[in-house]
């Protein structure tokens, strides 16, 4: 049995950033596309681990990198939610296909 | 004489007509600025006379060096020798009879004549500005004005007609503008850049980039000129224009292409002229035939005139394009006749349908019983428009024939030829025009009660006139005017064949 | 007073008629006094005009030299090239000075009495003084383009007489059809002077003459070097020429404006379509005699036979048309073939020059004597129809003696003018061309026989005129011009003609040979004779005739239907295939395609608006798929 290398990790990573993005993609629920959203952010994270794990052991930017998105996201997300909840308020819904006042 | 006055007066006149009140005030206000314009003008020419005796080599007289964009090589560069003289007292006298037949003008006639006096600065401006961005700039002031003069005060399908003028105009000062930047920066790549005609003269414009930008420069010119393929703007923009704005078109307008085409394209790039000259004499040739063939079959007068002012203006281009002194001086002189005759011509149409509220041939007749003054002026354009002896028609085109006849070239022969059996067909559709709207049986008993012209509509008409048959009976004081300014065009031309 | 100020009083009253009038034109005072200001400036003019002519006749006797009496340079072209306006003044040019002054005062005196009930008279006089005015200039000008610059005014006076009845449609067509079937042969006159003046290097006449005229000049060997399809650029440029020439002298095949311009008052006819303009063109290929007989044959040739075709061909319709007007119209276009063959079979010592001017002098008095002749009869009958009139002679004794006198000159019968004219040309064309003899010979014979036709038909063939009319033959004024110009009919013929004008300088001798002339007259008698067969009396002879030549007679009446040829040609042809071909290009093609791509413009501008979708998983796509693309081109760039 081969050690898990930094492959199997971008494996990982990528696998997570692809669902994520299908799911950006596919779903109408606002919800839904926040939480696909941090899914990608996600597998950039761990990319960024992985990275600075394997390649540049001496080194700690690539966490705090990380840690540096994880922050960021939480008020990304915060941000989001209030922007959904306000959608939602004048708009009864939080559809995408309803959310279209920045057509044109 | 300091030719800033020449912007200044139709500025304070556009102002002060803004701060009127009545109508009356404000025509009254238009009117005498046009008739201060026009007599400045007359004080102009006078001056120049005098100057250019004392000032022996020197064409341009009055020239001043203001700073405009200094750092960029821009300056405001006036001056004005005998061809653009030429063009400004026949703005003086266009826009001065415009005024004048626009007397009645029913909705906001400040903003009308603010426009009309805009238009005659923009032209004024133009003609005396001797630094090609200061050219363009004056290019651009005359062309909005048009746009709302069509789209508020036309008829018919004005808002289309105005919309596919200006578009059309903004196409063809699009392709100057690359002209422009490519004299600017292709003509002296190595010292200082500039936009001054006489300096760009001077330099070395290597024939690779004469090649280059020429057909932008002309083209765009020929777009206010009715080039062909370029003249779709005219019939529908002269047609839906007021009176006014229709003299000034066809009269004026259509003079700024052709005096760029000759004064910015030819004279610059000389040996690109020569290059490109069989493909003008082409474009122009069918211009003339083609334009006199599609006035043929129109039914509208106005539509007639305009068609025939792309013939028109096919000699004058045809005249540029022969590349040499008499035909030259005779497309400068059909400038300024075609000018005088065809702002005639759309006055006394204007004044036609104001009384009858129809410009179709065939719902006119007889009308020379009912209005003989209107009547016999729109005859008399006629004939001017076929060319008649005594009237400014004639000596132009016989000059341009003169001219490209001279050049042994077959088929700038048959070009000829082709030009002069215009007149032909031209006197069909004129005649055609005349005989069936203002001869014959009076069709409309409801005509027979209109009125004849009033004193402003015959002071409008008998200065054209006069600007025709003074032109046509002593063409020689028009000649003696061009000559000086010609012979340094064509100075430039002759050392590059 | 000196030559030049005669000229400027002889040139400037006409104008100064014709603008005095048409600026006051408006008040009823000059409606009143028109007539009369006119005439006495035409007088005067008269008087002047005669003094030069006589004046320079008696001092060339011996030598025709031109004189240039003013020379102006009016429009400078450059390269030798210039527009002078001047006097030149010769044999010929004096000669037309005195014609045209003299019958255009005859036709003033006559207009006194014939239009004072018209409204517009001073309109009406303005443009007779426009007319003389631009016949002046055009016989005296001293350069080709001065005599186009007149030629075309007085194409444009005549178009304004013509239709002086506006208000009436056939007089309106009339006058555009004379303009523009002369403004199309003016095309050919105009190319004509420009190959002239380039190869002369001038349009003066004295220069040109002596360049072109001359075959060892290096201006007349450039000029005979260059050609275009096969022919010479001399014989293009006199071709051309003489085609501006055969418009305004109504020569087949641009002879359909004449008869229609009919239409004018009658004494207009006299003046412009009978002894004036319509001579112009036998004029302009006479001023250009000498570069003529130094070209090749060519020019000269199709001369003689157009000259020819038309005299005949006209004298055939004439013998068939009903209108009296037309009928002196096809005359006078026959008469005028007569001149141009005369010039172009040149004869012995340029005796066809000289027998061609001598007609055109003749034929001046007695063709507008027979104008003002017809209209003093259609302002007694109210009609120009022949079938309205006969037994005229009794009630109108002068107009009748006139008449027959004009008839007796034209059809060439002894001792009146028109015959020491015509045996001149038939003798010179004897002599040069026996086949143009033949064809001037059957010609005069119809010439006699039309005439008297028209003679009988009005003024006998029924006993006496049914109704009398209350202002009798007219007022005197009308009276007198037909006095003085019977006179003249009979007198003129014996002015020794070539002692005066002729080509060389050299008079023509004994050009009237007794024997030669029998046979003419004799034939002449013939047609006289035949024609009162037929239509003294009141008979139905001619009818029975025509029914008998069947077709033939059909289409020479409907004029070899050349009308509706030209008719179809511009209206079927012209209109339809060119002008609404063109106007559907303009508006379909190029106004299309601007209109396409302004539509072009704002399809895209919807298709690029449509990517905005305001789904916000769209950008995202968007988004991801333009970094996929940067990221594949990273790759493919890195790859290399």
């Excluded at chain 1, 898990?4 to 919800?31: A, D, E, K, Q």
């Excluded at chain 2, 022969?322 to 005088?340: E, F, K, P, T, W």
């Excluded at chain 3, 009296?324 to 008469?335: D, E, G, P, W």
């Amino acid at each position: 049995m081969t050690p898990v290398g930094l492959p199997h990790i971008l494996f990982l990573s990528s696998c997570l950033f692809f669902i994520g993005m299908y799911g950006f993609f596919t779903r109408r629920n606002l919800i839904t596309i926040l939480m696909s959203l941090e899914l990608m952010l996600n597998s950039v994270n761990i990319n960024f681990v992985a990275f600075n794990k394997y390649l540049y052991p001496q080194n700690l930017s690539g966490i705090f990198f990380t840690i540096f998105i994880i922050t960021i996201a939480a008020a990304e997300a915060a941000v989001a939610i209030a922007i959904i909840i306000n959608l939602f308020r004048s708009s009864n819904s939080i559809d995408v296909i309803d959310a279209k006042e920045m057509k044109h | 004489m300091n030719l800033l006055l020449l912007l200044i007066l139709p500025l304070i006149s556009a102002v002060a007509v803004l701060v009127t009140t009545t109508h009356k005030q404000s025509r009254t206000i238009a009117a005498v600025g046009s008739a201060l314009q026009l007599l400045l003008c007359f004080f102009l020419l006078n001056q120049f006379l005098d100057a250019e005796k004392i000032a022996g080599e020197k064409v341009f007289q009055f020239t001043q060096h203001l700073p405009w964009f200094p750092s960029l090589g821009i300056h405001f560069d006036l001056g004005v020798d005998g061809i653009s003289l030429a063009m400004i007292l026949l703005t003086a006298v266009v826009v001065f009879a415009g005024v004048l037949v626009s007397f009645t003008m029913e909705k906001l006639h400040k903003e009308f004549y603010f426009l009309l006096l805009l238009l005659s600065l923009g032209a004024y401006g133009f003609f005396i500005s001797l630094d090609v961005f200061a050219m363009f700039f004056f290019l651009e002031v005359a062309v909005i004005p048009k746009f709302l003069l069509i789209g508020i005060w036309g008829s018919g399908p004005k808002q289309n007609s105005a919309m596919k003028l200006a578009i059309m105009l903004m196409g063809g000062s699009a392709l100057i503008l690359v002209g422009l930047l490519g004299l600017y920066f292709f003509s002296n790549e190595t010292g200082d850049r500039t936009f001054n005609l006489e300096v760009l003269s001077q330099f070395p414009i290597s024939y690779a980039t004469q090649l280059v930008f020429f057909p932008f420069l002309f083209v765009g010119f020929g777009v206010f000129t009715a080039l062909f393929p370029f003249h779709s703007w005219v019939p529908d923009g002269h047609s839906s224009a007021p009176t006014a704005a229709s003299m000034f078109l066809a009269g004026i307008s259509m003079k700024l292409g052709a005096y760029g085409c000759l004064r910015v394209a030819t004279y610059l790039m000389p040996d690109a002229a020569v290059y490109y000259a069989p493909i003008i004499i082409l474009l122009a040739t069918i211009a003339i035939f083609y334009g006199a063939f599609a006035t043929l079959t129109q039914t509208d007068l106005k539509y007639i005139n305009a068609y025939s002012s792309i013939s028109h203006c096919g000699f004058v281009i045809l005249g540029i394009g022969m590349l040499n002194d008499i035909a030259i001086r005779g497309a400068i002189m059909q400038m300024v006749s075609h000018g005088l005759m065809t702002a005639l011509f759309f006055a006394a149409i204007g004044m036609m349908y104001q009384r009858t509220h129809t410009r179709l041939v065939a719902q006119l007749g007889g009308l020379l019983k009912v209005m003989p003054f209107i009547s016999a002026i729109f005859i008399v354009a006629g004939l001017c428009s076929l060319g008649l002896p005594g009237f400014s028609g004639f000596v132009s085109e016989m000059t341009i024939f003169v001219g490209a006849w001279s050049n042994p070239n077959v088929w700038y022969r048959v070009a000829t030829i082709l030009s002069c059996a215009s007149i032909v067909i031209t006197a069909v559709y004129i005649l055609r025009a005349a005989g069936s709207s203002v001869m014959g049986p009076v069709v409309n008993k409801n005509y027979l009660h209109l009125e004849d012209a009033t004193w402003n509509e015959k002071l409008a008409a008998m200065v054209l006139l006069a600007g025709i048959v003074l032109i046509g009976m002593a063409p020689f004081l028009l000649t003696d005017l061009l000559s000086p300014g010609t012979e340094v065009l064509l100075g430039k031309i002759t050392n590059t064949l | 007073m000196t030559n030049s100020t005669f000229i400027l009083l002889i040139v400037g009253l006409p104008f100064l008629s014709f603008l005095l009038l048409i600026l006051s034109s408006g008040s009823k005072l000059t409606q009143k006094v028109a007539g009369q200001i006119a005439t006495l400036l035409m007088a005067v003019t008269f008087f002047f005009a005669a003094k030069l002519s006589l004046n320079y006749f008696a001092s060339h006797l011996t030598q025709q030299t031109a004189e240039l009496l003013v020379n102006y340079t009016w429009l400078e072209f450059g390269s030798g090239l210039a527009i002078n306006m001047g006097v030149l003044l010769d044999s010929s040019s004096s000669m037309m000075l005195l014609v045209v002054t003299f019958i255009s005062l005859m036709v003033h005196i006559f207009s006194l009495g014939y239009m004072h009930h018209e409204e517009r008279i001073a309109n009406y006089f303005a443009f007779l003084g426009l007319f003389t005015f631009s016949m002046l200039g055009l016989i005296l000008s001293s350069n080709i383009f001065q005599i186009y610059i007149f030629w075309e005014l007085v194409g444009v006076s005549s178009f304004l007489l013509i239709g002086f009845y506006y208000h009436k449609s056939s007089a309106v067509a009339a006058a555009k059809k004379a303009f523009i079937v002369t403004r199309f042969a003016d095309l050919g006159f105009l190319i004509g002077i420009l190959i002239l003046g380039y190869y002369g290097e001038s349009f003066d006449f004295t220069t040109l003459i002596s360049r072109l005229g001359d075959v060892n000049s290096p201006q007349y060997k450039q000029i005979t070097m260059a050609g275009f399809a096969g022919i010479q650029a001399l014989s293009w440029g006199l071709i051309l020429v003489f085609i501006g020439g055969a418009g305004k002298s109504a020569m087949f095949p641009l002879h359909i404006w004449l008869p229609d311009a009919m239409e004018g008052p009658t004494p207009v006819s006299a003046l412009i379509h009978a002894a004036t303009m319509v001579v112009a063109g036998v004029f302009l290929v006479a001023r250009l005699f000498p570069i003529f007989t130094v070209a090749t044959a060519a020019p000269l040739q199709i001369i003689t036979y157009i000259g020819a075709f038309s005299a005949l061909f006209a004298a055939l319709i004439a013998c068939t048309q009903t209108d009296i007007k037309r009928v002196l119209a096809y005359s006078t276009m026959s008469q005028i073939g007569f001149m141009m063959f005369s010039l172009g079979v040149i004869g012995d010592n340029g005796a066809g020059y000289n027998a061609s001017l001598f007609h055109l002098f003749t034929h001046a008095f007695f063709k507008s004597l027979l104008f003002l002749g017809a209209g003093s009869i259609i302002h007694y009958v109210h009609s120009n129809e022949m079938e309205d009139m006969g037994g005229l002679r009794k009630k109108m004794p002068l107009t009748h003696i006139s008449f027959l006198i004009a008839c007796l000159a034209i059809s060439g019968i002894p001792p009146f003018a028109g015959f020491f004219s015509k045996e001149a040309i038939l003798h010179a064309a004897y002599t040069s061309n026996k086949m143009v003899f033949f064809v001037g010979i059957i010609t005069s014979f119809l010439t006699a026989f039309y005439m008297f036709r028209l003679y009988f038909t009005i003024f006998w063939s029924i006993p006496e005129y049914p109704k009398t009319n209350e202002h009798g033959e007219g007022t005197w004024s009308m009276k007198l011009p037909l006095m003085v110009l019977t006179l003249a009919s009979i007198l003129v013929g014996f002015i020794p003609f070539s002692k005066y004008v002729n080509s060389n300088g050299i008079p023509v001798e004994g050009h009237l040979e007794i024997v030669f002339s029998i046979g003419p007259v004799l034939l002449s008698i013939a047609g006289i004779l035949l024609a009162a067969y037929w239509f003294k009396t009141a008979n139905t002879k001619p009818q029975r005739l025509a029914i008998s030549m069947g077709n033939a007679f059909v289409w020479v009446r409907n004029k070899f239907y050349i009308d509706q040829l030209y008719l179809y040609i511009t209206k079927e042809i012209v209109f339809k295939y060119f002008g609404k071909t063109a106007a559907y290009i303009d508006k379909n093609l190029i106004d299309g395609f601007y209109l396409s791509l302004a539509h072009f413009t704002g399809y895209f501008s919807f298709f690029i608006r449509g990517i905005q979708s305001g789904n916000v998983q769209h950008y995202a796509l968007y988004f991801f798929g333009g970094i996929l693309g940067l990221v594949s081109l990273l790759f493919y760039l890195l790859s290399y």
